[in-house]
Structure formats: C-alpha cells, structure tokens
C-alpha cells in the first residue's frame, strides 16, 4: 500500500523558512514524479513545486520560484520542501503527491497518490 507522510508544518511569521518532508513507502518510485501541492481555504488545490525522480528534473510555480526548494533523499524516497522568505500568501495545507507514470504535470488530478497535507500558517 502506498503511503506518503509529510510533517514540518507549522505556525511562522512572515520572512521566516520552514522546511517540509514528505516520507513515501509501498513501492518503488523510482520513475515516478514528486510533487507539492497546496490548498489554501476557499481556494483549489494549486501546484507548487514537482521533481521526475529519475532525471532529478524540476520546475516551480512562478509565486515560490527563487523562495523555494525541492530536494530528494532517494535511497530514502524522502522529498523535501525549503521554503524561505515565507509570505502570508503561503498560508495553505500543504500537500504531497506522486504520479507513477509519465511528464512532470501541474495539474493535480494527474497524481495518483496523495498525503494527508501539513498544514504552514505564515503570521504578519
């Protein structure tokens, strides 16, 4: 059974960094992409940052680019997310997922497997 487990959430203030771990286990995912997602309230799930496993690619959304980093354990299949210079736009469960097959997608309905989020609350 696949399983994807993030921690690190927590309550910051604004310009603060907070760094997020995403466990996965079940299978291997090796030719799988990674991804984060977030969903702030009242709002759909938006795409954040996503890695294809094997070739170490990556790309972000416009709003975290140059704030944030995903980075990947892969003996461990262990995913990271370095958000620095928080804003309170960031303010969001924040969600990991991976897609078995296939491109790196922005569009979560093309993840096959989610966690069950960690919630980042940035303060003014």
């Known amino acids: 059974q696949v399983q994807l487990v993030e921690s690190g959430g927590g309550l910051v203030q604004a310009g603060d960094s907070l760094k997020l771990s995403c466990v996965a286990s079940?299978?291997?995912?090796?030719?799988?992409?990674m991804a984060w997602f977030r969903q702030a309230p009242g709002k759909e799930r938006e795409f954040v940052a996503a890695?294809?496993?094997?070739?170490?690619?990556?790309t972000y959304a416009d709003s975290v680019k140059r704030r944030f980093i995903l980075s990947r354990d892969s003996p461990d299949d262990t995913m990271y997310l370095q958000m620095n210079n928080l804003k309170l736009e960031d303010t969001a469960v924040y969600y990991c997922?991976?897609?078995?097959?296939?491109?790196?997608?922005?569009?979560?309905?093309?993840?096959?497997?989610w966690g069950q989020g960690t919630q980042v609350t940035v303060s003014s």
């Open positions: 997922a991976a897609r078995s097959l296939g491109l790196i997608s922005r569009s979560a309905g093309q993840y096959q497997y």
């Open positions: 890695s294809k496993w094997n070739s170490g690619s990556k």
């Open positions: 079940g299978r291997s995912f090796s030719g799988s992409t």
